[in-house]
């Protein structure tokens, strides 16, 4: 299977303060998505980004097929931004994550 | 419904018994998955639906794990004689389509996921 690496494994941010976050893959891809996982262990879905850039307000994601990895940028963190973020990538139905960033925003 | 639930929300067992978990999709929802989540670590994938099928199920790590969805709606996962090494969290996740070549984009929902402690 694809093979899915996200880095850093572990921030720890001052509440302001923005991050990059990067996933690299191992093969080509037609699908990734960028997941944040709340304290309570809920995934929600941020982004669908196969390619390119997309802004959703403070957080945005480019991903550069060609090169295969994925960036994943907060802007002005918060609290509420706490919790672990995942990378999949999609291979025939069959998603793959790395093994996330997890996020701690302090006040 | 508005999102994927998932019950029980969390499951306290004794190994070698018999386990059910369930997951009602969003309507609508063709595509449906089981992942497992163990602490610290990514979901892995378990077993795919498109509809009523299992269209892949290479991710289930042994013959104690079944899963169905007998009117292409909701899904049961099946954990027979449990053992210590199940326990983690089982999610499930729908999307409208499903797959390479077909319009639309395969976008996940997740649902909070089951909790399941083996004893």
């Known amino acids: 299977g694809i093979q899915v690496e996200q880095s850093p494994p572990d921030l720890i941010l001052q509440e302001g303060a923005n991050s990059t976050l990067r996933c690299n893959f191992s093969d080509s891809v037609n699908n990734l998505q960028w997941f944040h996982q709340n304290p309570w262990g809920q995934l929600i879905n941020l982004f669908y980004i196969p390619s390119g850039t997309k802004q959703n307000g403070r957080l945005s994601a480019t991903t550069v097929a060609t090169e295969r990895y994925s960036l994943l940028y907060i802007s002005s963190s918060q609290t509420t931004d706490s919790g672990v973020y995942f990378c999949a990538v999609e291979d025939f139905n069959k998603f793959y994550f790395g093994s996330g960033t997890k996020l701690n925003v302090k006040p | 419904g508005a999102g994927v639930s998932q019950t029980p929300s969390n499951k306290v067992t004794e190994k070698g018994k018999y386990v059910e978990l369930r997951c009602d999709p969003i309507?609508?929802?063709?595509?449906l998955y089981w992942y497992r989540q163990s602490l610290g670590q990514g979901p892995e994938f378990l077993i795919y639906f498109q509809g009523t099928g299992a269209a892949d199920d290479s991710g289930l790590p042994n013959d104690r794990f079944f899963a169905v969805r007998p009117e292409g709606s909701v899904s049961t996962l099946k954990i027979q004689r449990t053992e210590r090494g199940d326990s983690a969290v089982y999610l499930c996740?729908?999307?409208?389509?499903?797959?390479?070549?077909?319009?639309?984009?395969?976008?996940?929902?997740f649902g909070a996921g089951s909790r399941l402690t083996v004893l």
């Open positions: 309507s609508g929802h063709t595509a």
């Open positions: 996740a729908s999307s409208l389509t499903s797959g390479r070549g077909l319009s639309g984009a395969n976008v996940l929902t």
